[in-house]
Structures are given as C-alpha cells and as structure tokens.
C-alpha cells in the first residue's frame, strides 16, 4: 500500500485514469478535487506505483465515526483481487467507524462485503444510473445564483439522504468547497438548486413542489453543467433508474447514460447500530 502525497503523481494519476472512463470516473472526480486545492483534505491510496492496479481515495484525517457523509471512499480498480488485498490492508480503511464506498462496478460492492462480514460490519447498498452530461446552453430569461452556506438547513430538510445534524454540516462544506448552482427567488429563497460533492458528481437536485414544471431544473441543471464544464470536470452523476421524473428531464437534455451501475455501500460497524447517525 502506498499514499501518493506528491503532487506530480497526482498529476499524472489523474491522466490515466482518463483512460478507464466510465468505470474511474468517481476516483477521477476526488483526484481532480485534490489536484485543485484540496478542500474535502483527501488523500490517495494505491496498490503500487505507476503500474498501479487500485486505487482508493479516502479521508486526509481523522473524522468523527458516525459521519458515513465525511467518511466516504471512491475506489476503482483493474484486477479484482489488487482491490481486495488494498481494502484487507488494516492501514488503508478505518473498519472502526461508519463509512461509505463508492464506485462504477458491481464487482467492487461484492469485494468490500466480502472485508464487511470478516470484521463485523452491516452493510447498506444502494445502486444508481449513471449519466454523463455534455456542454448544454442555458436559458438567458431566468437570473441564477450560487448556493450559500445559510441554504444548508433547507438541503438537509429536503434531502433524501439529509434530515440529520451530520448531513447538514456535510452540505454546508460542499456548498462552500464546490461548484453549485440555484434559482432564488425575489427574497433570496432557493426555489430550485443542485450541487456537487467531494468526487465532482452532481448530487441533491431538487425543485420545491409548488415551483414544479417551470423550466428550473433544467436551468439549474444546464448552469451548473456548464460551470463544472468551464473548470475542466466531466459533469456526471446518479439517478435511480425508477425515478421517472429526473431521467426522463436528463433524456431530453441529451445526457448519455453509462453501461454501468454506480454503487454506494455504507458499512456500519455493529457497536454503532444503536447509535443515531
């Protein structure tokens, strides 16, 4: 197991894996981050070096154990068994405390579960669409607007994923660290918005229900398209496939969707089963 902690392998990581689009994608998205600051304070783990076989990306420090939101990994990998000995390493994931792992193949999920069950963990999975974003124009009639960290409150209320003390700090340090775009209204309220996370994916797009059908998630989507366009990212992100609303909006915006599945386990260590998280 090696960290990469210099910033021309860093450099040169984020290169190649240009080369395994779609299946790097979520691990590109982190490096790339990392390449650019740094503000989710990650770190890079691989198997060897150049000729690396799987990488994980993981926390930079030391987190609280409950916030599986903080503490999440992307991992990708060409041979299978290079990933399972990466995720045996005791030193490369903390097995103590609630994590995530994400990733773009099923046999990724399969391997962490086969880790999960030697140390005691449950596991949740959960599995996604993947869509693939090109430069889309953008609709000039409609003033946008950048999230702010006050907006946090409403994200975490009306987030699938959010209702919780933990998600709400989580969203705020994204609204902070990354690229996002809303519609706000004529006292500054978000009426419509989406952001992206710690591996460049376009996460929590959402319209309130009584501001439906207006055109805002396509506006919203679009800007922020096109400002993660304008930064160098690939614009990407996940949509469950029985979520009719959002993949019929993406089909007619052209976004092409991956071969693939993503996947998100969230392993959860039995001493913390009881516990609110």
């Known amino acids: 197991m090696l960290v990469l902690n210099c910033s021309t392998k860093l450099q040169m990581l984020e290169k190649m894996l240009r080369w395994s689009f779609p299946v790097s994608l979520k691990v590109y998205g982190a490096v790339m981050n990392i390449n650019r ?3 989710f304070r990650k770190e890079v783990v691989v198997d060897s ?24 990994h992307a991992v990708f990998y060409k041979e299978p068994q290079a990933y399972q000995e990466l995720l045996e ?17 099923l046999t990724c999920s399969v391997k962490s579960v086969i880790c999960s069950i030697l140390r005691s963990v449950r596991h949740s ?18 003033t946008l607007a950048y999230l702010d960290i ?30 996002s775009a809303c519609v706000l209204d004529d006292k500054g309220y978000p ?26 998630s396509r506006l919203v989507t679009t800007t922020l398209a096109k400002k993660l366009h304008s930064c160098g990212f ?44």
């Open 191 to 216: 009426l419509s918005w989406s952001l992206t996370d710690q591996f460049a994916t376009m996460i929590h797009s959402y319209t309130l229900p009584e501001h439906r059908r207006k055109g805002f």
């Open 49 to 72: 070096w150049p000729d690396f076989k799987a990488v994980i990306t993981r926390p930079q420090r030391q987190t609280d154990d409950l916030d599986h939101y903080t503490n999440a």
């Open 37 to 39: 600051g740094n503000p």
């Open 150 to 179: 006050s907006h946090s409150s409403l994200l975490n209320k009306t987030w699938s994923r959010g209702g919780n003390p933990r998600c709400e700090k989580y969203l705020a340090n994204l609204i902070c660290s990354f690229p």
């Open 234 to 277: 690939p614009v990407q992100g996940n949509v469950l496939e029985a979520n009719l609303p959002p993949v019929s909006l993406l089909k007619s915006m052209k976004a092409h969707f991956l071969p693939c599945s993503f996947f998100r386990v969230i392993h959860t260590p039995f001493q913390f089963l009881t516990k609110p998280h």
């Open 89 to 105: 390493n005791t030193n490369t994931i903390n097995w103590g405390q609630i994590f995530q792992i994400q990733g773009i193949v």
């Open 125 to 142: 999975f959960f599995f996604f669409l993947i869509y693939f974003l090109y430069s889309l124009r953008m609709d000039p009639k409609f």
